[in-house]
T-cell receptor, first 111, second 115 residues
Framework: DAKTTQPNSMESNEEEPVHLPCNHSTISGTDYIHWYRQLPSQGPEYVIHGLTSNVNNRMASLAIAEDRKSSTLILHRATLRDAAVYYCILRGTGSARQLTFGSGTQLTVLP | GAGVSQSPSNKVTEKGKDVELRCDPISGHTALYWYRQSLGQGLEFLIYFQGNSAPDKSGLPSDRFSAERTGGSVSTLTIQRTQQEDSAVYLC?????????????FGPGTRLTVL
């Protein structure tokens, strides 16, 4: 799977929107963009995924650039419970089926 | 419904002993994955099962590690002759299938400490 680049850390104030960026300049046409998060002392949790179009679910929104070389995870109103490491992961149709986790973005939410 | 469960939640063992870690995936999920996360490190893939196909063992760090999945459901990860560097949280995940648009559901993990 292609590589992703994320900032090591970000801060946000509670109740404000958070935009978490991810660069994936070598993405292939069949790669899905997945976001997972890992809260302290817990296993990773699926957040959202998309292929080409922007996606919304109850947890977040995913904005995908037109050329698909970058994407942004949007938390509309950050809460203290959103403090976690957020991982942007590409999953393609190749032989590898596992998730390949990078170092992710540590999100700190300030009260 | 029930999520992925793992047992034990914590395991402390002495160097050189064998350990078995268990994973119960979500019912109906044909794909099952094992990962591990060492302290302060990222998640590392270990092994992947998909239905009755031969497992993808490409992530196993040594031949001391093995895993099986019985009846397409429960999986056991076995570590023989444990070493201190095996200390980590071992995470199991399952998904409906291995296709790239299926989400993976993770269990709470087993924290293994090798003394």
């Amino acid at each position: 799977d292609a590589k992703t680049t994320q900032p090591n850390s970000m801060e946000s104030n509670e109740e404000e929107p958070v935009h978490l960026p991810c660069n994936h300049s070598t993405i292939s046409g069949t790669d899905y963009i997945h976001w997972y998060r890992q809260l302290p002392s817990q296993g990773p949790e699926y957040v959202i995924h998309g292929l080409t179009s922007n996606v919304n679910n109850r947890m977040a929104s995913l904005a995908i650039a037109e050329d698909r070389k970058s994407s942004t995870l949007i938390l509309h109103r950050a809460t203290l419970r959103d403090a976690a490491v957020y991982y942007c992961i590409l999953r393609g149709t190749g032989s590898a089926r596992q998730l390949t986790f990078g170092s992710g973005t540590q999100l700190t939410v300030l009260p | 419904g029930a999520g992925v469960s793992q047992s034990p939640s914590n395991k402390v063992t002495e160097k050189g002993k064998d350990v078995e870690l268990r994973c119960d995936p979500i019912s109906g999920h044909t794909a099952l994955y094992w990962y591990r996360q060492s302290l302060g490190q990222g998640l590392e893939f270990l092994i992947y099962f998909q239905g009755n196909s031969a497992p993808d063992k490409s992530g196993l760090p040594s031949d001391r590690f093995s895993a099986e999945r019985t009846g397409g459901s429960v999986s056991t990860l076995t570590i023989q002759r444990t070493q201190q560097e095996d200390s980590a949280v071992y995470l199991c995940a399952s998904s409906l299938s291995g296709v790239p648009y299926n989400e993976q559901f993770f269990g709470p993990g087993t924290r293994l400490t090798v003394l």
